[in-house]
């Protein structure tokens, strides 16, 4: 028989467990405790179970981490790892600490097939959704090594923010993502509260309104563009679910979230989506229909995306139209830049099963919707690209 792996289970899913092994609710609770709080992976540990049913554990379960294919510190102290989970693919995830507070930015996939234009991961095309079991041994890991490493004293958390940022689109992965935030929410697991515990989307309406029935957490949604023609292009999932209908399920999803506001986030892309009048267009958009603030994304370039990053001034520019419109917009830091870890730059190794990638290679150039202002050096960097 196959040894079941505890850490796909949340609270209820571990107690099921261990009532078919014959035990009773609250010895669930004890060895959920062990396994997150304490990170014990054997239970010859768990000083407080029986014998019998340590016995018992070790004959058809076990605390399964994921293998580290390898690990690399930025100077910045920010840490990624790249965790090996079979079959050709590996995953990040990476560590950014700050002054009062770690985030831990967490994958849902091998892989993403949404394929955004401006992201590393989209490029590499899609292999298969991690389980829960994945997704949460990246907390697992993450909270445990690290407070040996950084020498927490006892009770002292090392993770105090999880945001579902890495590879993947986690809303494509529902079913493995639910139970994962629940033993991150859970107070006998990780503790964390809904506003710090953060799942970004690129707009899948219908799951947007299931998560905010099953499991209301923070929510960002990559919004990248002021319309749909180019949002189409740069998000092309924005064709199902076009900017219309996620502002209004946006608007659902602040009934019951944890924030009053939707956090949008805006990759600025040189020349496509950062002019001045983009951004006003912007401020049109979302001024007195949603509740949200902005977080500009400085894009991380990769060679295959025959995009830019935005120079500092046209950034700031822009962020200063949104702000003088009274809308809260943050110019995100770049962290792990020499470590490839920053946001868009998690690439993993993935076999792609789906021809995501194919379909991604062959799409045309992306369409310029810019001012004549800038019309030159668009020509330019068509030409190069060609
Ligand atoms: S930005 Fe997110 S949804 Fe888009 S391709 Fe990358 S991982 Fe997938």
Redesign the pocket.
Known sequence: MNAVNLLEFDLDGLTAFCEQLGEKRFRATQLFRWIHQKGAADFSQMSDLAKSLRDKLAAVAHIKPLAIASEQASTDGTIKWLFDVGGGDAVETVFIPEDDRGTLCVSS?AG?????R??????QGFSRNLTTGEIVAQLWFAEHHLRRRLNLAEGERAITNVVM?????PL?NYAALVPALKVMLDDHGYGLSRRRVTV???GMTRMIDRLREDCPVALAV?LHAPNDALRDDL?P?NRKHPIADLLQTCNRYLEAAPRDFITFEY?MLDGVNDSPEQAKELVELVRGNISCKFNLIPFNPFPASGLKRSPRERVTAFAHVLQDAGIVTTVRKTRGDDIDAAC?Q?AGEVQDRTRVKQRISTRAPIQIHRSAAHAGSVQKKQETKA
Do not use: P
């Not at 993403?112 to 955004?116: E, I, L, M, Q, T």
């Open positions: 996939q993403c097939a949404v394929g955004c401006f992201c590393s991961t989209g490029h940022m890495g590879m993947g689109e494509q970004s989307t690129s990559s998000v999932l990759c868009g998690l």
